[in-house]
């Protein structure tokens, strides 16, 4: 669910998983797929919430933090962050 929250919040207004709940449900079943779709709505729930995020379109309004590596990769090819941003 993280990796959705993190695409949707980079601006994705959908995500692909179907590869990982068609590799679930072939190695361990209907209830373990059923369980890994679950999950991941859990996930995606608890990020909108700690984010403050009601709305799909919300999430992707969220102040943007990059640090490390990222943050390192991102300024080293000429740009600075926006932290706010309008979508």
Same mark, same amino acid.
């Given at each position: *669910?993280?990796? $959705? ?5 980079? *601006? $994705? ?5 179907? +590869?990982?709940?068609? $590799?679930?449900?072939?190695?361990? +079943?209907?209830?373990?797929?059923? $369980? ?31 640090t ?16 706010r941003?309008?979508?």
């Amino acid at each position: *669910g993280w990796q $959705a929250a993190q695409a949707i919040a980079l *601006g $994705a207004d959908a995500v692909g998983m179907s +590869g990982n709940i068609l $590799a679930v449900l072939l190695q361990q +079943g209907e209830e373990a797929a059923a $369980a890994y779709l679950r999950d991941v709505i859990a996930d995606l729930k608890d990020i909108m919430v700690l984010t403050g995020s009601r709305t799909v379109r919300e999430l992707q309004q969220v102040p943007l933090i990059f640090t490390g590596d990222t943050l390192a990769f991102i300024q080293s090819r000429g740009y600075e962050p926006q932290f706010r941003r309008k979508r």
